[in-house]
């Protein structure tokens, strides 16, 4: 058991992925569990539900003995994401996971190009260059592309016997060939990163092996960059390439960011989005009967999944600020709990219902607010209403083929979803 006290910490277990959280009014803390209950997969955790509901802005004990904070309350989450006094630089910042994100760098600086953990004015020199990479015109040119990707997927799931597993037929294949087209990575490499970025993200790899991973997924970019030097093309590493001054280094690390961002996360939330509408039969006929739901459905799963959900995003205390009567001073970091964040009920009524018509529910923090805001969201969008449409469409009769309660989660892993989906439908 850790006891609390002002001026010391002495932090004991540290089991299951779990940290411990400081009740300030009590001599002994409660513990926080980031596991979500087996028999509620799309809940956030019981226990970061209570705390928001008591003291939406907490005191946290981290691994190392640190003691910084944890926001579950929507208000304080948009204050904290939206202030400049707060930094996303890792070397600044306590984690409350087993190991770092190896991917993003925890030496003295952020990596060069690794712009997701860089502060302005660094952050916003990338981030001025990618935004005219991500011009709404080249979405809108990919949209047909997605469509036909999305399609040949569908085909050859129905030439398949069923019952087939949703995520390496649809869910995890779609946004890695879309992502690979738009950055100019080589398809027929798909299944090398694949790999290697779940083992980067997992939190049950070691250290070791998840260092290793980063290593190989960096090196394959080093020479794919190389590569376009030599050769540009027309894609949006071709582009930063011929617009920029970017150098390889930076090239390369800007280019692993994109590539994990724009297909590990979409990928679960395909996924998880099938399981939780294949789990809510009457939202899943509407969504079917009405063709107008399709915006608003992406938005609702977005807010009601939350698939960033282990220690992130947080960030470090530049200064002393005071938020919601608290004072957090520099040097502290705060923990943002996105899952409890979406479904507080001073923002959104009723957060617990999966309801695909909710008015509002596009305010979600689920792509995160303020500067660092997710730069690809519209992409997510654009690929999970065709995803979504489509899939249901194609196969109206769609269903688990297993009990639910049998679906394996992706606990561990940064980004929440489902290990395996297996589906099935009746065959003409």
Not at 138 to 151: D, G, K, N, S, Y
Request: some cysteine; charged content about 25%.
């Amino acid at each position: 058991m850790m006891v609390y006290s002002q001026n010391r910490v002495r932090y004991q277990n540290h089991l299951n992925g779990a940290v411990s959280v400081v009740d300030q009014n009590a001599e002994i803390p409660v513990t926080l569990p980031t596991r979500r209950d087996p028999a509620c997969p799309f809940d956030p955790p019981e226990e970061l539900t209570r705390l928001r509901d008591s003291q939406p802005l907490t005191r946290l004990a981290f691994p190392d003995g640190h003691v910084g904070w944890l926001v579950t309350g929507y208000d304080a989450a948009r204050k904290v994401l939206a202030d400049p006094r707060f930094s996303v630089r890792m070397d600044l910042k306590h984690s409350p996971l087993p190991r770092r994100n190896v991917l993003a760098g925890s030496g003295d600086k952020p990596a060069p190009g690794m712009f997701v953990v860089m502060d302005d004015p660094d952050h916003r020199r990338f981030r001025r260059l990618l935004t005219g990479q991500f011009t709404v015109q080249r979405m809108r040119r990919l949209e047909p592309r997605i469509v036909q990707i999305t399609a040949d997927h569908l085909d050859a799931m129905a030439e398949t016997v069923p019952p087939v597993d949703l995520v390496q037929t649809f869910a995890l294949p779609i946004p890695s060939l879309v992502i690979c087209e738009l950055l100019g990575v080589p398809y027929e490499d798909h299944a090398f990163f694949q790999e290697q970025t779940a083992v980067a993200v997992d939190l049950d790899a070691s250290v070791e092996q998840a260092t290793v991973a980063a290593g190989r997924l960096t090196g394959y970019f080093a020479d794919l960059v190389r590569r376009k030097r030599s050769r540009p093309t027309d894609d949006l590493l071709g582009g930063l390439i011929t617009d920029s001054d970017l150098t390889d280094e930076e090239l390369t690390n800007i280019g692993l960011a994109l590539l994990i961002a724009g297909h590990e996360t979409t990928a679960n939330m395909l996924g998880l989005g099938a399981f939780a509408l294949l789990c809510h039969p009457e939202q899943l006929d509407a969504y079917r009967a009405d063709t107008s739901l399709t915006d608003s459905a992406v938005e609702e799963l977005l807010r009601y999944l939350t698939i960033i959900h282990r220690g992130s995003p947080s960030r470090a205390a530049l200064a002393d600020v005071e938020l919601d009567g608290q004072l957090i001073r520099a040097g502290e970091t705060v923990i943002i709990g996105l899952p409890a964040v979406n479904r507080d009920p001073e923002r959104f009524a009723d957060p617990d219902v999966l309801r695909l018509g909710r008015d509002g529910a596009r305010h979600h923090l689920a792509f995160g607010h303020g500067v660092h805001q997710c730069l690809g969201q519209q992409l997510a969008r654009i690929e999970m209403r065709i995803g979504y449409r489509m899939l249901f469409e194609r196969f109206p009769a769609l269903r688990l083929a297993v009990p639910a309660a049998e679906i394996s989660m992706r606990e561990a892993s940064l980004a929440y979803g489902v290990r395996r989906l297996p589906v099935t439908w009746e065959q003409a």
